[in-house]
């Protein structure tokens, strides 16, 4: 049951920070607007599954996981994002 809440979370912090995006970078949407949400989706659900299950094969604790899926996927989406501007010139 953990697993589909993550799932869900990370689909909703992926269209958050496609919505976000496309505010910041106005001008620049070498993707379009569905690509912006296709990528941000599939950047957060990847690193918050990374997250969910890498974090304590490493040996942190509980809260460093929930810590960890809490942020980085919405930093890693908006970085991905950033870069696909950046290589589309």
Request: charged share 10%; proline share 4%.
């Given at each position: ?12 912090v ?6 976000l ?45 929930w ?18 501007r950046?290589?589309?010139?």
């Open positions: 049951m953990a697993i589909v809440l993550l799932l869900a979370a990370m689909v909703l992926g269209l958050l920070v496609g919505l995006a496309g505010l910041i970078w106005k001008e620049r949407k070498p993707l379009g607007v569905t690509g912006d949400y296709a990528v941000s989706i599939l950047s957060a659900v990847v690193i918050g599954l990374l997250d969910w299950y890498v974090i304590p094969a490493m040996g942190f604790s509980d809260t460093m996981k810590l960890g899926v809490a942020i980085e996927p919405a930093l890693g989406a908006m970085f991905v994002l950033w870069i696909i950046k290589a589309a010139g």
